[in-house]
C-alpha cells in the first residue's frame, strides 16, 4: 500500500514527537536524580511559604506534562476528540509551568528595584497582556482545528490537519517581554554595581540575565519552527521549552537558597533584608 507525501510527513512528526517527549523525560529524571541531595535538603531545610509553594508547582508540573506528552504520543487512539482534548490538557500544562517560572524573575526584579510598586504593577499588567493575548490567540487558532490520526501501521499518536500562521505571535511578545525585564536588570545591576558587591547579589543578577537570555532564545526559536514547521514539530518544541525554563528556574532557585545559606555571615544589609522574600529564608513573602 502507498501513503500520500503528507502521510509520510505526518509519520515523521509523530515519530519525532515521541523521540523528544522519551528525552524530556530522560532529562527530568536525570536533572532530579543529580539534584536530589540539594532539592530535599532545600524542601525539608526552608520554611513554608508562598515562593516555596511556587517553586513546588513550577518544578513537578514538568512531570505531569511530560506524562500527559508521552501518553499523547506512544498510547493508539482513534478518536480525534479525544486526542485534542490530550494536546491540550499538556499545552496548558506547560504554559502553567513556563509562567510560574516567569513569576520568579517577575518578584526578582521587583527586589532589584527596591520593591518599587509602580513598577511592579507595570510589569504584571505588561505581562498579563502578553499573557491573555497569547491565549486568545491560541484558542482561537485551535478551536476549529481537526486532530487526525497517521493512516500507516504501528504510528500512533495525533496531529492536527491544518495550523495557522499566527502562531508565531506569542513569542514575540514573550521574546518582547523577557527582552525587557533583562534591560531593567542590567540598568538596576550598572547602578547597583559598586554598591553592593556581595556573592548573593551577584549570583541573583547573573541568574536573571541568563534567564532572560534563554527566554528570548527559546522563543526565537519557537517563531521559527511555527513559520517553518508542521503543527506537530511546533507542539512539541513548545514543550521543550516550557521544561526548560521550568527547570532552570527552580535549579536557579535552589542555587540562590543555598548560596545565601552559605552566606548568612555576610554584612550585606542590603541582601539579607531584601532578598530573603525570594530565596524564603524568613519566609515573608
Not at 515519530?15 to 524530556?24: E, G, L
Not at 478518536?79 to 499545552?91: A, Q, R, Y
Not at 495550523?163 to 513569542?171: C, E, K, Q
Request: proline share 2%; with cysteine.
Amino acid at each position: 500500500m502507498e501513503y500520500s507525501i503528507d502521510d509520510v510527513a505526518a509519520a515523521r512528526s509523530l515519530q519525532f514527537a515521541k523521540y523528544i517527549y522519551t528525552a524530556m523525560a530522560t532529562f527530568w529524571i536525570y536533572d532530579y536524580a543529580c539534584s536530589l541531595h540539594e532539592e530535599w535538603s532545600f524542601l525539608l531545610r526552608s520554611h513554608w511559604s508562598k515562593i516555596k509553594c511556587l517553586y513546588i508547582v513550577t518544578k513537578y508540573l514538568p512531570f505531569i506534562f511530560i506524562i500527559t506528552g508521552l501518553y499523547t504520543s506512544f498510547t493508539p487512539n482513534e478518536n480525534p476528540i479525544k486526542c485534542g482534548m490530550l494536546v491540550n490538557i499538556t499545552s496548558v500544562l506547560g504554559m502553567i509551568a513556563a509562567t510560574c517560572a516567569d513569576c520568579f524573575f517577575i518578584i526578582r526584579t521587583y527586589v532589584f528595584w527596591n520593591k518599587n510598586k509602580i513598577l511592579l504593577a507595570a510589569i504584571v499588567g505588561t505581562y498579563l497582556l502578553c499573557l491573555i493575548g497569547s491565549v486568545s490567540i491560541i484558542v482561537d487558532a485551535t478551536a476549529s482545528v481537526a486532530y487526525v490520526t497517521s493512516p500507516i501501521p504501528s504510528i500512533t499518536g495525533c496531529y492536527q490537519s491544518s495550523t495557522s500562521d499566527r502562531m508565531f505571535i506569542p513569542f514575540v511578545l514573550f521574546s518582547a517581554f523577557g527582552m525587557g525585564l533583562m534591560i531593567l536588570t542590567l540598568i538596576r545591576a550598572l547602578q547597583s554595581w559598586w554598591r553592593n558587591t556581595s556573592r548573593l547579589y551577584i549570583v541573583l543578577m547573573n541568574h536573571n540575565i541568563l534567564y532572560y537570555a534563554c527566554v528570548f532564545l527559546f522563543s526565537i526559536m519557537n517563531i521559527f519552527t511555527s513559520l517553518l514547521l508542521q503543527e506537530t514539530y511546533q507542539t512539541v518544541l513548545d514543550g521543550i521549552q516550557f521544561l526548560a525554563l521550568a527547570t532552570v528556574a527552580t535549579r536557579m532557585h535552589n542555587h540562590l537558597w543555598q548560596t545565601n545559606q552559605r552566606s548568612r555571615g555576610s554584612t550585606s544589609d542590603f541582601v539579607h533584608i531584601q532578598l530573603s522574600d525570594i530565596s524564603s529564608v524568613n519566609g515573608t513573602v
